[in-house]
T-cell receptor
């Protein structure tokens, strides 16, 4: 099946700093990528949907100025958590899909963010 | 708007016994249903999906799920559980055939298989 990678797998940062997380589709072109966050023992909550070359669509309640998403190419999307605070600590997971079709989304392995 | 309910936070089964993880859904149009499994500190792995066709869908690792339109359910099943099946299972739904549409996840069910 298709492979999606995320980098870094784990990051610890100080409060107030910004952190960038990369999501790459390794063997297919991802026209659409999704970003989720998952708190401990909870489900995945969709944060935003990004289409290559256009602005991301954010879910209600997600601050677009805090969670900057860039999908500049068909194989790479980035999520930047700006001015991170301890409450932003979470497990961030991306998924990617190719152009339309009934195929499933393919998920990355996730990034554990800890803000001190 | 679509939604998914997983009524059980945890399911405990003895190894070798059949297992069922329940899922019900709500969508305005045709449902496209998925099951994913998550191991600790890992992303989601795809198990199976229902798009159209036979109501009984077979997936990875011996899992299967039955689509029941009248009961709006998509329960995950396996005839004989393994200890290695212990993990967190998510049911998910999307209301469009397109994989570019967003998927909504259920709250998850932790499956624990005892030896």
């Amino acid at each position: 099946g298709a492979v999606v990678s995320q980098h870094p797998s784990r990051v610890i940062c100080k409060s107030g700093t910004s952190v960038k997380i990369e999501c790459r589709s390794l063997d297919f072109q991802a026209t659409t990528m999704f970003w989720y966050r998952q708190f401990p023992k909870q489900s995945l909550m969709l944060m935003a949907t990004s289409n290559e070359g256009s602005k991301a669509t954010y879910e209600q309640g997600v601050e677009k100025d805090k969670f900057l998403i860039n999908h500049a190419s068909l194989t790479l999307s980035t999520l930047t958590v700006t001015s991170a605070h301890p409450e932003d600590s979470s497990f961030y997971i991306c998924s990617a899909s190719s152009s339309g079709g009934t195929d499933t989304q393919y998920f990355g392995p996730g990034t554990r963010l800890t803000v001190l | 708007a679509q939604s998914v309910a997983q009524p059980e936070d945890q399911v405990n089964v003895a190894e070798g016994n059949p297992l069922t993880v329940k899922c019900t859904y709500s969508v305005s149009g045709n449902p496209y249903l998925f099951w994913y499994v998550q191991y600790p500190n890992r992303g989601l792995q795809f198990l199976l999906k229902y798009i159209t066709g036979d109501n009984l869908v077979k997936g990875s690792y011996g899992f299967e799920a039955e689509f029941n339109k009248s009961q709006t359910s998509f329960h995950l099943k396996k005839p004989s559980a393994l200890v290695s099946d212990s993990a967190l299972y998510f049911c998910a739904v999307r209301d469009s055939y397109s994989s570019a549409s967003k998927i909504i996840f259920g709250s998850g069910t932790r499956l624990s298989i005892r030896p």
